[in-house]
């Protein structure tokens, strides 16, 4: 904890995230892809936050709590939505915000693979998931 190398370490890893998901979001849109965020809790809002994200870049953010949805997210104002919103609009990407729940989110979303749709985490930094 003492050591400044380890917090410039970390800083050099958050910077890439933050890059990583900015070149992703930009590249999606210049192909005219659309992408759409699961999960509002606080670590995803913060990572979009912190990545200056807007709803120009992620037109919504579906989570399955019924107090959260009508709602915008904090900074970003990007609408929350339910689950049953995000498969109508079908988009190309969904950004899991909870990277941590991947897999369960995976399964509950199952239907998305059906339209050609793709999952994203951001943590580490971007990746597609298959």
Known sequence: MDDLETYRRFAARVENCR???????ARAKS??????????????????????VTCADISMV??????????????????????????RA?????????????????LQLADVRAWGGRFVTAIPEVRIHA
Not at 19 to 25: D, N, Q
Not at 33 to 51: M, P, Q
Not at 69 to 78: D, K, N, V, Y
Request: glycine fraction near 8%; charge should be positive.
């Open 19 to 25: 890059r990583s998901l900015r070149e992703f979001l």
């Open 90 to 106: 079908q988009p190309h990407y969904v950004l899991v915000l909870p990277w941590n729940l991947l897999r369960e989110i995976r």
């Open 62 to 87: 579906a989570d399955r709590n019924p107090h959260k949805q009508s709602m915008l997210l904090p900074g970003t104002h990007i609408p929350v939505v339910s689950p049953a919103q995000l498969m």
């Open 31 to 52: 192909e005219g892809k659309t992408v759409a965020g699961y999960g509002a809790a606080a670590k995803g809002n913060t990572l979009l936050n912190y990545c200056g």
